[in-house]
């Protein structure tokens, strides 16, 4: 039952380096979303972090319509984050292919 220990340390190993390159990745991504035609315009990684943020000079009058696109461009954003993450994440597993430690593939 414990004879392959070597075989689940090198698969331990391996899933720590795709998790790192996983981590690395998402850092790297940037994606962006308008909101109002433009109004808003909204930078964020790959881990959701806010990179950039504009915003049009004629909101600045419009406190409730500033939030209102505001909302939906964060939603917006974290939704893309959320499916990136979820895709490189599925990719990640489909990549350890033989190292599957459920046996079948």
Same mark, same amino acid.
């Given at each position: 039952?414990?004879?392959?220990?070597?075989?689940?340390?090198?698969?331990?190993?391996?899933?720590? #380096?795709?998790?790192?390159?996983?981590?690395?990745?998402?850092? *790297?991504?940037?994606? *962006? $979303?308008? *909101?109002?035609?433009?109004?808003?315009?909204?930078?964020? +990684?790959?881990?959701? #972090? $806010?990179?950039?943020?504009?915003? @049009?000079?004629?909101?600045?009058? @419009?406190?409730?319509?500033?939030?209102?696109?505001?909302?939906?461009?964060?939603?917006?954003? +974290?939704?893309? $984050?959320?499916? +990136?993450?979820?895709?490189?994440?599925?990719?990640?597993?489909?990549?350890?292919?033989?190292?599957?430690?459920?046996?079948?593939?």
């Amino acid at each position: 039952m414990f004879g392959n220990m070597g075989d689940m340390s090198k698969m331990l190993e391996g899933m720590q #380096e795709n998790a790192a390159k996983l981590q690395a990745e998402l850092e *790297s991504k940037t994606f *962006s $979303v308008k *909101s109002g035609g433009g109004m808003i315009e909204l930078s964020v +990684n790959g881990k959701g #972090e $806010v990179l950039d943020l504009i915003i @049009d000079d004629s909101l600045m009058n @419009d406190k409730e319509s500033l939030q209102i696109l505001l909302m939906g461009a964060i939603s917006d954003a +974290n939704k893309m $984050v959320q499916q +990136n993450q979820q895709n490189s994440a599925i990719g990640m597993l489909g990549g350890m292919g033989g190292m599957n430690p459920f046996g079948s593939k």
